[in-house]
Structure formats: C-alpha cells, structure tokens
DNA sequence: TCAACATATGAACAGTTGTTCATATGTTCA
DNA sequence: TGAACATATGAACAACTGTTCATATGTTGA
C-alpha cells in the first residue's frame, strides 16, 4: 500500500484544507464560556465543579462545554478519584488566545 | 449571548470584557467563506467580483461575508468607480491568520 | 436620460448551536 | 452494599447563522 505523496497534492487544494480546518478551530473558540473555560485554565488545572464555581455557570453547560474541548483536543482530562481536572492540551492554545487577545484590547484602547 | 453583566465579573478571571470580546472576534474567524476571503486579501486588496470567482460562490454571499468583515473592522473598502476593493484593516488580522494555521498544519502533520 | 455594470441589502429558509432539565455513569467510603 | 458525591450525557427548545433569490443602490459612459 502506497503513502499520500503530500508533494503531489494540488497546492491549492492543500491551502483550502487548512483554510476548512481554521475555520473549524475558530469555532470552538468562538463561544464565551469556553473563551473562559480556556483562558481559565491558562492559570493551571481545575475540576469541572471549581470551573462551573467560577463561571457561575450550571455544572452541565460546562462539562457538555468541556467535551467539545476535548473532542477538539484543546483541553485534556485528569481523574483523581471522583474529580476530573482539565488542562490545556496544547501549548499553542495559549497562542491563538494571546494573539487574539492582543486585537482586542488594542481595540479597546482606541486603535 | 448579547450582553454582559458586569456586576457578575468575578475578579480571579480576566478582564470578562475582552474575553467576551475575544470570543466575538473569533465568531468571525469561524465561518469557511470568510477564512478564505481573509486568506485570499492577505495577497493584496481584490474587488468583490474577483472575490466570487476566486471563491466560486455567488456575488451576494461574497458582498454579505464581507459586510460581516467590515463590520469588525478586520476588512477595508475603497471604492474606484463601480468597483470596490477590498484590503485587510489589520496587521494583527494576518497573526490571527497565522496564529490558528500554525495549529492546524501541526496537527495536521500528526501531533 | 438610459442601459449596463458592480455591489449591497432584505426576506426567508434550513441547518447549527448552547443552555436547561432530567438522568446516567463512575468513584469513594462507611 | 448503599449513600453521597463528581462528572457526563441525551433530549428538547429557543436563538442564531449563512445561503439563495429578488431587488435596490450607486456608478459610468453613450
């Protein structure tokens, strides 16, 4: 069985790819509590119930917001015992938010 | 999610502002269309029509992707006769861009 | 002025998303 | 084993979003 020659692909067909899969990554970042969830967890792991304590938020939204997280490979779980702590999966989570984040305030700060 | 309360910001958390801001901003990252309408303006402005047709999507879709994009400030319309080109507003839309690509390209190369 | 062109806009529709409520799963300790 | 706890999941519902179609606005040159 032959491998993907990724040389032999239509560049631009690549480019769309990435383009999809970008689009889909902003998706998930594109949801207020999980903004807060991830820039939460900036600051170390923490439990699903100590998360919804300080989201004030249901402990159900959280953790239905936590599996999309997951699912999306930004967050990863930890259990000790009957508690599950989250953390960031990726060093480069913290990246995208900072990048963004620089926007925004400069934004804020009148252009 | 249209407003925020601000009696409800907890201090521990950051600025809940610019995280409410910052998951706005991504909202408009995360659409296909206008990714690749991003994409295509970081070569240089391009009027709508080209816009289209380098998209193979129809006019009005174009025109109502970028009135999203203009209305974030992300986009910059300049008009010469019936035709009106389009250019990035931003120098930080381009590290967003980037930001999020060099995510995606790593996993896609298989974590 | 009118016709042709480039872009913008409004309405409507289908598809998607995030929350809540109720309940299920999994874990610990008495 | 059973009760209490921590988290996960499914269904349902309202709210939101992106496209299409039709039409409006704005611009140029005859």
Redesign the pocket.
Known sequence: MDQIDEAKINPEEKDLIDLYNLSELY??F?????VRILSALTGGEM??????EALE????????????L?ASGLVR?R????????SLDDEHVNEILEAGLEHVIHKRKGL
């Open positions: 998706k998930v594109a949801d207020f509590t999980r439990c699903v119930y100590n998360l919804a938020m249901g402990q159900s939204a959280v953790s239905h917001q936590l599996r999309v997951r779980p259990r000790e015992g009957k508690t599950v702590y989250y």
